[in-house]
Nanobody, 128 residues
């Protein structure tokens, strides 16, 4: 059974940092794009960051550029989202996702419908 499990969420003050992890099990994801999305209360789920299979290509939402960094460790079947300079508007449930439809590609997927595996989410709350 394939599972993506996020961890690392929590409560942090504005300006602080958190590092989210997404550990995959049940299959290897080293060939595929991986991403992070978030959903704030009353809002639609939105793209945050994505990384291709090799880690050589990344993409970020404008709202997080320069503050968040996505990375991956294929040997551990895990990928990460380092979040610095957090703002109250970053408060949301953060989801990791895998796009297994296109292995070994250099471009990254930035829309929800390109991803077919999802984690259960981890809450990030940033207080002002």
């Amino acid at each position: 059974q394939v599972q993506l499990v996020e961890s690392g969420g929590g409560l942090v003050q504005a300006g602080g940092s958190l590092r989210l992890s997404c550990a995959a099990s049940g299959r290897t994801f080293s060939s595929y794009n991986m991403g992070w999305f978030r959903q704030a209360p009353g809002k639609e789920r939105e793209f945050v960051a994505a990384i291709n299979w090799s880690g050589g290509t990344t993409s970020y939402a404008e709202a997080v550029k320069g503050r968040f960094t996505i990375s991956r460790d294929n040997a551990k079947n895990t990928w990460y989202l380092q979040m610095n300079s957090l703002k109250p508007e970053d408060t949301a449930v953060y989801y990791c996702a895998a796009d297994t439809s296109r292995p070994w590609i250099m471009v990254v997927a930035t829309t929800l419908d390109e991803y077919d595996y999802w984690g259960q989410g981890t809450q990030v709350t940033v207080s002002s």
